[in-house]
């Protein structure tokens, strides 16, 4: 089965760090960039970062750079994301979502996992 | 950045009437690699995860049925459902996958 599921999100204090996890089984794993979206509670979309399937580029929306960190194991068909000096702000569901081309720019999010729940606040 | 705008923020439909939506870039999302515009739309019904409708535009994605489709070029797009079905009711959103930051529109809710 084709699918991705997210893990790792939790309660934590303001400036404090997660590591998301987002397990991938049912395709090639290294064909496929991916991606973090997240959604504050009553929000809409927000896209936090892109992974080439390469893994050579990498992308941060402006509100995340230099707290957040994306990477991958193709040798393990894993996602992670990790995030530190986290903000209430940060609170969300975090989505992983599979882009249906190896780069970020060039396919649009054609899987999802059902998301992990982050919430920041002391 | 490129900016998503969406009309209306929400709308009420009868069953079997047509659902249009409209999606507004900031700039141009035509790529002059491929001639397509980088425009998908998603469907997310409450407590789901988002599922990709329509990419490049107007390409319909595997198993999403006749009744969406997708139009429009350059900055300006639209998301018709031609007769709304009771499972057509949620949250619809526009993304551009033109350039970094992407970004959603803040979508509309689709309401019977």
């Known amino acids: 089965e084709v699918q991705l599921v997210e893990s790792g999100g939790g309660l934590v204090k303001p400036g404090g760090s997660l590591r998301l996890s987002c397990a991938v089984s049912?395709?090639?794993?290294?064909?496929?960039?991916l991606n973090w979206v997240r959604q504050a509670p009553g929000k809409g979309l927000e896209w936090v970062s892109s992974?080439?399937?390469?893994?050579?580029?990498?992308y941060y929306a402006a509100s995340v750079v230099g707290r957040f960190t994306i990477s991958r194991d193709n040798a393990k068909d894993s996602l992670y994301l990790q995030m530190d000096s986290l903000r209430a702000e940060d609170t969300a569901v975090y989505f992983c979502?599979?882009?249906?081309?190896?780069?970020?720019?060039?396919?649009?999010?054609?899987?999802w996992g059902q998301g992990t729940v982050v919430t920041v606040s002391s | 950045d490129i900016v998503m705008t969406q009309s209306p923020d929400s709308l009420a439909v009868s069953l079997g009437e047509r659902a249009t939506i409209n999606c507004k870039s900031s700039q141009s999302v035509l790529s002059s690699s491929n001639n397509k515009n980088s425009l998908a739309w998603y469907q997310q019904k409450p407590g789901q995860s988002p599922k990709l409708l329509i990419y490049?535009?107007?390409t319909r994605e595997s198993g999403v049925p006749e009744r969406f489709s997708g139009s429009g070029s350059g900055t300006d797009f639209t998301l018709t459902i031609s007769s709304l079905q009771a499972e057509d009711v949620a949250v619809y959103y526009c993304?551009?996958?033109?350039?970094?930051?992407?970004?959603f529109g803040g979508g509309t809710k689709v309401e019977i």
């Open positions: 992974i080439s399937g390469g893994p050579t580029y990498i």
């Open positions: 979502a599979r882009g249906n081309s190896s780069s970020p720019l060039k396919g649009a999010f054609d899987l």
């Open positions: 049912g395709f090639t794993f290294s064909t496929y960039s």
């Open positions: 993304q551009q996958y033109y350039s970094t930051p992407l970004t």
């Open positions: 490049w535009a107007s």
